[in-house]
């Protein structure tokens, strides 16, 4: 497997598409202990036990989190950055997104908000490179 830098900003893209999915496999055993409505599926959010609401917004927050994130790997794909920096920012993202919704499943608000705000800091760092790798 290619480990350079372009290669880990498209592996992370694979990667960070199937985190989205994560927590939506608790969603599924949620709907499954209350009985899944296939007439009206998104009404079923307020039976939902709390573990299986919690997974639900961790699930459309992993949307919200990788719209902004592909950008910022494409960036710095297209820019051709080629710093640890990057590499360093693409597994913290990676980390970050993985461990958010398991916190967010076990209502750990503190851990979540923390994975929060390094997925965070690691996509900003992309498109920070990204901008430099342009202007040098």
């Known amino acids: 497997m290619d480990t350079s830098i ?46 299986a609401k919690r997974a639900t917004w961790a699930h459309q927050n992993a949307f919200e989190s990788f719209i902004i994130y592909a950008p910022a790997a494409i960036m710095a794909y297209v820019t051709g950055v080629n710093s640890p920096w990057a590499f360093w920012a693409v597994i913290l993202y990676l980390v970050a997104r993985f461990l958010y919704p398991i916190f967010y499943i076990l209502d750990i608000a503190s851990a979540r908000s923390l994975m929060f705000a390094l997925g965070s800091l690691s996509i900003w760092t992309l498109y920070a490179l990204s901008v430099i790798a342009v202007n040098s």
Do not use: C, H, N
Request: hydrophobic share 50%.
């Open 6 to 51: 372009s290669a880990v900003l498209v592996y992370s893209l694979v990667a960070g598409a199937i985190l989205v999915y994560v927590p939506f496999l608790a969603v599924g055993w949620g709907r499954l202990q209350v009985g899944y409505d296939y007439k009206a599926p998104r009404t079923m959010l307020e039976k939902l036990p709390p573990f």
